[in-house]
């Protein structure tokens, strides 16, 4: 079983230079491969001059994360692909593990570690810590991070558990899985289209796991960092997650609960003075909603699953019941 450790790097030569060297040293029996996404800084001279092993696939323009994959990804031959993040950190056998789940249990399709914070190391980190969930209303949280509280990491999730969604930080998918879904959706350009991937996965009775014994470090926001521009694609993504993969009885009346709650939700930003969130926030609605026949019609309409969700609102939960810890949520 062979897998390949793929990277998409975008001006990315600061951190290439910082982490490929000890994801060379801890991963000895696997293909490294980078794919380029018209990077306009030194990051293939970099490779092609410290690190020669690596493969390099170069695109000719910023196709984004998802398409950048989707292109990139095509021309690999591996039984499985590992997508990690340019700004991550693995540790000395984190592929013993993953490699040891997905050989042994052939109903496995997608994995991650736990994500630990790379500059508060006993922290999870915010991007997918222990593996992900959503609500009934789809707000993402995971084991050891819900919305913004991250948790300290005692080993209360080195067990391996069932997930709905793997982090795209460090995404471990079956290349005969990955084509039979179609990668991922081209129109999330970046965020979310990890979720929607796993959410299709799970429409299709892919098993996910998150798999405790293996850990990484995640710097968080490396190849995004925080703008108006992200929490734009974080809006508008998340309401396309929904249109593509709700059941059709649900679909109507989720996105207007989900209107009121992000409404609620500019309120918040206004008494924080976060008003390129505000501004986020309704482009990204006025795009979704210009949109949404287009993504109306990729909705496989006898795969959608009404058992999708474990908590009804994390909202409710984390806002009002003040539960902010996962293992006290009411499940």
Known sequence: MKIAIVLLNWNGEKLLNVFLPTLIKNTNSSDIY??????????IKL???????IKCIQLKQNYGFAEGYNKGLGEIEADIFCLLNTDIEV????????????????????????????????????????????????????????????????????????????????????????????????????????????WR??????????IGESKVYHIGGGTLPKSGFKSYLNFRNSLILLTKNLPKKKLFKTLFIRLILDFIMSFRFLIKGEFIAIISLIRAHISFYLSFRHHYKKRTLNLNKKNYWSIKSIVWAYFIKKQRIFTKLSQ
């Open 34 to 43: 980078v794919i380029d996404n018209n990077s306009h800084d030194n990051s």
């Open 91 to 198: 540790t000395e056998d984190w592929l013993k593990p993953i490699y040891k789940v997905f050989k042994t249990h052939k109903d496995i399709s997608i994995v991650q570690p736990n994500i630990l914070d790379y500059n508060n190391r006993k922290s999870f980190e915010y991007s997918g810590a222990a593996g992900g969930y959503i609500d009934f209303y789809g707000y993402p949280y995971c084991r050891g991070r819900i919305f913004d509280s991250l948790e300290e990491d005692l080993g209360q999730y080195d067990n391996n558990a069932n997930i709905f969604w793997a982090s795209g930080a460090c995404f471990f998918i079956r290349k005969k899985v990955w084509i039979s879904l179609g990668g991922f959706d081209n129109d999330f350009f970046a965020h979310f289209e990890e979720i929607d991937l796993c």
């Open 201 to 210: 996965a799970f429409n299709n009775n892919f098993k996910a796991v998150s």
């Open 47 to 53: 490779i092609k001059s410290n690190f020669p092993n």
